[in-house]
């Protein structure tokens, strides 16, 4: 699923209204999403809780770099898979 707005606060009453449709996805493309801020994150780990109550895993396409440090500062970036040309290497967040 292509993800087009920012996941932030002001933006999260629009995306839990589509929460449906996006937790039956099981990939989240975030190549056009400029921003991710804690609020964001907090709807991808509910995401990511969501399939793996069905033993899947939500797998992050073309993250922005704001969601690298937010991932490692509340330790939830193994809750997603990280397609190998996403790696954190390559954002500078190791």
Request: aromatic share 8%.
């Amino acid at each position: 699923m292509k993800l087009t707005r920012p996941l932030t606060r002001e933006q999260l009453p629009a995306w839990w209204a589509e929460r449906d449709t996006l937790f039956a996805a099981s990939t989240a493309d975030l190549s056009t999403v400029e921003r991710i801020d804690s609020v964001g994150l907090a709807l991808l780990v509910q995401w990511s809780q969501a399939l793996a109550a069905r033993n899947q895993r939500l797998t992050l396409c073309s993250p922005p770099d704001s969601f690298y440090p937010l991932a490692d500062l509340y330790g939830v970036g193994s809750l997603f898979e990280l397609p190998e040309t996403d790696s954190r290497s390559q954002h500078g967040s190791e």
